[in-house]
């Protein structure tokens, strides 16, 4: 398995823009900002690549996490690595809330995975999700997409937008073909968690300079 983590420095942050939760414009302290990319077949098969951060005001960055799995073993074995880095920065760290966009069928595969592995964790009562994407249609009242959302915000991403079928029969291939992964360029797989390190650090940075946009 690929265990992947990176710090991004952040400047400062005009809490005048941040969005509010609840009347709370400091909870992106408080906060995980998660991304799965999966493969689900009529039902959930596995978690491909896990991807989250934080923000650290006293060392003003976001660390981002990734774990991306290698074969079919990994696709077990990366569940409880799940539980285990939600567990740790709820209770270690105070992190209360998740921050997703369209997170719903991401909290689907985990919830479907993690019952069907005897995992006991229930992501619904440890933790206050907030749905970006759910945020804005109630602001604006229209539908949006995370790619069109970053254009609003200016984010440019630095990976090509992969889209999800493809991801999803790349994960597939890599969990019947042992070999499969061995044998994707390494650019490929650079590119994967790329794009998934930007879905995740996207999140922050449109939480905390919404006002600006929406």
Known sequence: MIIRNNTIGIEKINKTLVLSFENNSELYKNALFFDLEHYVYKKPICIGVFGCCYYDEGEKSLFVTQYMI???????????????????????????YIVTFSGNND????????????????????????????????????????????????????????????LAKTISKIVKDREYFSRMPEEKKENILLYNEQDVTSLFYIMTEWKKYV
């Open 70 to 96: 290698e074969n079919k073993c990994d696709a077990e074995n990366i569940l409880p690595m799940v539980k285990e880095y939600f567990n740790k920065y709820k209770n270690n760290f105070g992190k209360r």
């Open 107 to 166: 909290f689907t595969v985990l919830r479907y995975l993690f019952k069907e592995n005897n995992i006991d964790f229930d992501i619904d009562s440890e933790f206050i999700h907030i749905d970006l994407q759910k945020q804005y249609e109630k602001e604006k009242k229209e539908c949006i997409g995370l790619k069109n959302l970053e254009k609003i915000f200016e984010i440019e991403r630095e990976s090509a937008v992969i889209s999800g079928s493809n």
